[in-house]
């Protein structure tokens, strides 16, 4: 048995300079005596307690250490050995504090292990070591130092609850507009008395209160569309502060990191501004705005719209929605949306709705929108706007039920006035007075003439009442052009008329109204053009389709007046063109005609060269 008690152990224990710590092995592990040495040591890194039980003495070591520890203990009770281990007392204010523990077992005979004899030594840091650590540092500090300057945001470290600030970088210098020396080492407050102003000026006034909450709750804030107003900038910010911990698990500064928004926020008020002159726009022209998901297979309708179609409801159903659409034109809508789908581009389609399902109370709608895809190219949605152009519609369709009538009444007349022209012209040929027969020819071209615009107000009423339908059959195009060309020689003997390309190309269409088309073409080029001038005519086959183009040497035509040629009534004017006669509905007519026909009618020109104009139809074995 050992007398721990002894005052002979306790004076060699009292005057050892080297820690010693006794240890008891059994029925637990626990310290039973230590000397002055070593409460010096423990002391020295920061510790406060001795250690009697290493299990209520959790911070001592690390888990890791402890189980160390323990196992070092048993293999020297086992073996009756000693044993060394390294360890790193956590609670050290010194990261590099090691200490280095023997242990020894006190023998007895063959008696079991009871005590253990634990000497402690500090490991000295050798030199190299100590320079590695302190070069590993600087380079460190370089290292956050370079990113803290070179951050393209502003970034500062403010220290304990005064805020005091400890680094700043040149970027929140400049916003804050002081210098390093007005800021470092000094609280927040003191350095930046404007702070104050300024909360007040913003309703922050609690800002500076929850920076300093963070120490206690330790939560990271953030702080979205800050305004700040100082003497050098004035803007928007977001300002992040993450708390920073010591080892021991307390915050003790806060990094602060400051960007612009000034930019964004900015933007963001613009576009709100923008959407409020859009609504104010919408209420005024009393359109409705519609939103598809194409997913959700859902129609989201904006109040305006719902008024429109006279729905209880906002949203509904896709299906829904194409049931109140009248069957004359759900064809030509899911189309026409389908297309703009496909060539990604807008569309703006006039359609009719049943309303509450009921086909005798119907309104005409227009509709424009386009989709918007997302990042794998995928539409998501389809957005647009909503008008009623009931009113509207119905005025055309009275106006042209006029212009239908007018022209109609107008051509009884005309085709009788017509026929005693002719039977005069049979009645003179008889005598030798040339004088009345050349006066009747130009009575007889005249009367054309006017009947040609006659039809051509005809075939716009008809047209646009959607009661032109097209009597198709297969013939050859160039056949067509060869005719109409050979005739219009001989009505403009001023031109000479070419056809050249192709001898035959066979397609499904109206012939008579293609022959129109042609004709047209013809009729303009000859009269936006000089006397004796060419007038080239071209078939040609271009993927499918045929491409007839009818080409002069004219006025030409300005690149401004080019995108509304084909628009309804429309007439370049210019004093080239005062003196020539006509309503501007020609090339309209022939639009409508090819479209109807799924081809394309477009133009080229150059000013004071001449005119290309031309359309494409697809060919029989394309259809
Ligand atoms: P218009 O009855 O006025 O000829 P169109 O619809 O046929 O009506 O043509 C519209 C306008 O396009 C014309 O007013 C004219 O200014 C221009 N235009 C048409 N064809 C030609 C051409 N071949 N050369 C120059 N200008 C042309």
Same mark, same amino acid.
């Given at each position: 048995?050992?007398?721990?008690?002894?005052?002979?152990?306790?004076?060699?224990?009292?005057?050892?300079?080297?820690?010693?710590?006794?240890?008891?092995?059994?029925?637990?592990?626990?310290?039973?005596?230590?000397?002055?040495?070593?409460?010096?040591? +423990?002391?020295?890194?920061?510790?406060?307690?001795?250690?009697?039980?290493?299990?209520?003495?959790? !911070?001592?070591?690390?888990?890791?250490?402890?189980?160390?520890?323990?196992?070092?203990?048993?293999?020297?009770?086992?073996?009756?050995?000693?044993?060394?281990?390294?360890?790193?007392?956590?609670?050290?204010?010194?990261?590099?504090?090691?200490?280095?523990?023997?242990?020894?077992?006190?023998?007895? !005979?063959? #008696?079991?292990?009871?005590?253990?004899?634990?000497?402690?030594?500090?490991?000295?840091?050798?030199?190299?070591?100590?320079?590695?650590?302190?070069?590993?540092?600087?380079?460190?500090?370089? #290292?956050? *130092?370079?990113?803290?300057?070179?951050?393209?945001?502003?970034?500062?470290?403010?220290? &304990?609850?005064?805020?005091?600030?400890?680094?700043? %970088?040149?970027?929140?210098?400049?916003?804050?507009?002081?210098?390093?020396?007005?800021?470092?080492?000094?609280?927040?407050?003191?350095?930046?008395?404007?702070?104050?102003?300024?909360?007040?000026?913003?309703?922050?006034?609690?800002?500076?209160?929850?920076?300093?909450?963070?120490?206690?709750? /330790?939560?990271?804030?953030?702080?979205?569309?800050?305004?700040?107003?100082?003497?050098?900038?004035?803007?928007?910010?977001?300002? @992040?502060?993450?708390?920073?911990?010591?080892?021991?698990?307390?915050?003790? =500064?806060?990094?602060?990191?400051?960007?612009?928004?000034?930019?964004?926020?900015?933007?963001?008020? /613009?576009?709100?501004?923008?959407?409020?002159?859009?609504?104010?726009?919408?209420?005024?022209?009393?359109?409705?705005?519609?939103?598809?998901?194409? /997913?959700?297979?859902?129609?989201?309708?904006?109040? =305006?719209?719902?008024?429109?179609?006279?729905?209880?409801?906002?949203?509904?159903?896709?299906?829904?929605?194409?049931?109140?659409?009248s069957s004359e034109d759900i064809g030509h809508l899911t189309s026409g949306i389908r297309r703009a789908l496909h060539h990604r581009n807008a569309f703006n389609i006039e359609y009719q709705i049943n309303l509450n399902g009921i086909s005798a109370k119907r309104k005409w709608l227009r509709t424009a929108g386009k989709a918007y895809y997302n990042e794998e190219g995928k539409a998501v949605y389809i957005a647009g706007a909503v008008l009623d152009i009931t009113e509207h519609k119905q005025d055309e369709i009275r106006k042209n039920d006029f212009i239908g009538m007018v022209s109609h009444e107008l051509k009884t007349p005309l085709t009788s006035l017509s026929a005693y022209v002719q039977l005069l012209q049979y009645?003179?040929?008889?005598?030798?007075?040339?004088?009345?027969?050349?006066?009747?020819?130009?009575?007889?071209?005249?009367?054309?003439?006017?009947?040609?615009?006659?039809?051509? @107000?005809?075939?716009?009423?008809?047209?646009?009442?959607?009661?032109?339908?097209?009597?198709?059959?297969?013939? %050859?195009?160039?056949?067509?052009?060869?005719?109409?060309?050979?005739?219009?020689?001989?009505?403009?003997?001023?031109?000479?008329?070419?056809?050249?390309?192709?001898?035959?190309?066979?397609?499904?269409?109206?012939?008579?109204?293609?022959?129109?088309?042609?004709?047209?073409?013809?009729?303009?080029?000859?009269?936006?053009?000089?006397?004796?001038?060419?007038?080239?005519?071209?078939?040609?086959?271009?993927?499918?389709?045929?491409?007839?183009?009818?080409?002069?040497?004219?006025?030409?035509? #300005?690149?401004?007046?080019?995108? *509304?040629?084909?628009?309804? @009534?429309?007439?370049?004017?210019?004093?080239?063109?005062?003196?020539?006669?006509?309503?501007?509905?020609?090339?309209? +007519?022939?639009?409508?005609?090819?479209?109807?026909?799924?081809?394309?009618?477009?133009?080229?020109?150059?000013?004071?060269? &001449?005119?290309?104009?031309?359309?494409?139809?697809?060919?029989?074995?394309?259809?």
């Amino acid at each position: 048995m050992i007398d721990l008690a002894s005052p002979f152990l306790k004076a060699l224990l009292k005057h050892s300079k080297s820690p010693i710590v006794i240890f008891k092995v059994k029925p637990i592990l626990v310290v039973v005596e230590h000397n002055d040495a070593y409460q010096a040591l +423990i002391a020295r890194v920061g510790g406060k307690l001795k250690f009697y039980d290493i299990d209520i003495i959790p !911070n001592l070591l690390s888990d890791a250490e402890k189980k160390n520890l323990v196992k070092t203990v048993q293999t020297v009770s086992e073996l009756k050995a000693k044993r060394t281990l390294v360890i790193h007392p956590i609670y050290s204010n010194s990261p590099n504090v090691k200490w280095e523990l023997e242990f020894s077992p006190v023998l007895q !005979n063959d #008696r079991p292990v009871e005590y253990l004899i634990c000497s402690l030594r500090e490991i000295p840091i050798d030199e190299n070591d100590l320079e590695h650590i302190l070069f590993e540092l600087s380079e460190s500090e370089a #290292r956050f *130092r370079g990113f803290f300057e070179q951050a393209p945001l502003g970034m500062c470290v403010l220290k &304990g609850p005064e805020l005091i600030t400890e680094y700043a %970088n040149d970027n929140i210098l400049k916003l804050w507009g002081k210098s390093r020396k007005e800021v470092i080492g000094i609280s927040q407050e003191e350095a930046r008395p404007e702070l104050e102003k300024q909360q007040a000026l913003v309703k922050q006034q609690a800002l500076v209160k929850r920076v300093k909450d963070i120490f206690k709750n /330790e939560q990271p804030l953030t702080i979205n569309e800050l305004k700040l107003s100082t003497p050098v900038s004035d803007g928007y910010f977001i300002a @992040f502060y993450e708390p920073l911990k010591n080892d021991k698990n307390e915050v003790t =500064r806060i990094l602060v990191i400051i960007k612009d928004i000034t930019e964004q926020v900015n933007f963001k008020k /613009e576009l709100l501004k923008a959407k409020d002159i859009l609504k104010i726009a919408m209420d005024a022209s009393e359109m409705g705005s519609w939103n598809i998901d194409l /997913e959700s297979k859902q129609v989201l309708l904006s109040e =305006r719209a719902q008024q429109i179609y006279e729905l209880e409801n906002n949203r509904l159903g896709i299906e829904e929605a194409k049931s109140l659409i009248s069957s004359e034109d759900i064809g030509h809508l899911t189309s026409g949306i389908r297309r703009a789908l496909h060539h990604r581009n807008a569309f703006n389609i006039e359609y009719q709705i049943n309303l509450n399902g009921i086909s005798a109370k119907r309104k005409w709608l227009r509709t424009a929108g386009k989709a918007y895809y997302n990042e794998e190219g995928k539409a998501v949605y389809i957005a647009g706007a909503v008008l009623d152009i009931t009113e509207h519609k119905q005025d055309e369709i009275r106006k042209n039920d006029f212009i239908g009538m007018v022209s109609h009444e107008l051509k009884t007349p005309l085709t009788s006035l017509s026929a005693y022209v002719q039977l005069l012209q049979y009645k003179f040929k008889e005598t030798d007075n040339d004088f009345p027969i050349q006066i009747l020819d130009k009575i007889n071209v005249q009367l054309k003439r006017m009947s040609l615009m006659i039809d051509g @107000f005809l075939n716009v009423s008809l047209l646009e009442s959607g009661k032109i339908l097209l009597n198709r059959t297969n013939f %050859n195009l160039v056949d067509l052009i060869k005719t109409i060309a050979e005739e219009s020689g001989m009505v403009l003997p001023s031109h000479f008329i070419q056809v050249i390309g192709l001898e035959e190309v066979i397609v499904n269409a109206d012939m008579e109204k293609i022959g129109n088309v042609i004709n047209n073409l013809i009729g303009n080029a000859a009269k936006y053009s000089k006397k004796d001038s060419l007038i080239a005519i071209k078939c040609e086959m271009q993927k499918g389709y045929a491409i007839v183009s009818v080409e002069d040497e004219g006025i030409g035509i #300005r690149e401004n007046d080019m995108p *509304r040629l084909f628009d309804r @009534f429309y007439r370049v004017e210019s004093p080239d063109t005062k003196t020539i006669a006509g309503f501007g509905v020609g090339l309209y +007519i022939c639009a409508e005609i090819i479209e109807r026909h799924q081809g394309k009618i477009w133009a080229k020109s150059k000013f004071g060269e &001449g005119s290309t104009f031309y359309f494409s139809l697809p060919t029989s074995n394309n259809q």
